[in-house]
């Protein structure tokens, strides 16, 4: 069972490129989320998907954008990368309704030069 | 908002002592709070999920308490060892709210145990 997947693992970009981070999972969840997590910081939410064909903006959305392809997967996305955006991203997921944990990917270490 | 609060931020402890990691959450209207573990490099681990209207939860060495109206939990290790070595993160899922399921995270506790 992989429960989150998240490619890629790593990434240099330039300032001004895009790319595309991508999550899936496996577990049958309804609802999906990104955060970032950013040294001497607590993870701060991105974007997050509710439900398959939704998606809503969390505490720090400028510069990302999101899509739900479907119930498994949920893609962020940087159309013009900046140095701030620098950071370790994390997707999770969670069964909405049920008192059960959130489960993590391993991360995305994104550098921006 | 919801702001949680970890202390103390590090912890050097050598092995077999037994330690109290503390979490302060600033609205008490939770749905549950969790617990991770995160090495190095790594991605998140849920060691504990307590629902808000339990008072407590055990896995093996490791204990965790939730006062939601003191807006407080902690995380009790017991007989720590090198392997525990990790930084530890509370964090709280809003019981009333439209962003669902979302956690709001404290910065953690780093923990290192020496042998």
């Known amino acids: 069972n992989a429960g989150v997947t998240q490619t890629p693992k790593f990434q240099v970009l330039k300032t001004g490129q895009s790319m595309t981070l991508q999550c899936a999972q496996d577990m049958n969840h309804n609802s999906m989320y990104w955060y970032r997590q950013d040294p001497g910081m607590g993870l701060r939410l991105i974007y997050y998907?509710?439900?398959?064909?939704?998606?809503d903006k969390g505490e720090v959305p400028n510069g990302y954008n999101v899509s739900r392809l479907n119930k498994r997967e949920f893609s962020l996305r940087l159309e013009s990368a900046a140095p701030s955006q620098t950071s370790v991203y994390f997707c999770?997921?969670?069964?909405?309704?049920?008192?059960?944990?959130?489960?993590f990917g391993d991360g995305t270490r994104l550098s921006i030069l | 908002k919801q702001e949680v609060t970890q202390i103390p931020a590090a912890l050097s402890v050598p092995e077999g002592e037994n330690l109290v990691l503390n979490c302060s959450f600033t609205?008490?209207?939770?749905?549950?709070l969790q617990w991770f573990r995160q090495d190095p490099g790594k991605g998140l681990t849920s060691l504990l999920l307590?629902?808000?209207?339990?008072r407590e939860q055990t896995s093996g060495r490791l204990n965790a308490s939730l006062d939601k109206s003191s807006g407080r939990s902690t995380l009790y290790i017991a007989a720590s060892q090198p392997g525990d070595s990790a930084t530890y993160l509370c964090?709280?899922?809003?019981?009333?709210?439209?962003?669902?399921?979302?956690?709001?995270f404290g910065r953690g506790t780093q923990l290192t145990v020496w042998p």
């Open positions: 998907s509710a439900s398959e064909g939704t998606t």
């Open positions: 609205d008490s209207a939770i749905y549950n």
């Open positions: 307590i629902q808000s209207s339990q």
């Open positions: 999770a997921s969670i069964l909405l309704g049920q008192n059960q944990p959130q489960h």
């Open positions: 964090a709280v899922r809003p019981g009333r709210g439209s962003t669902l399921g979302r956690l709001y």
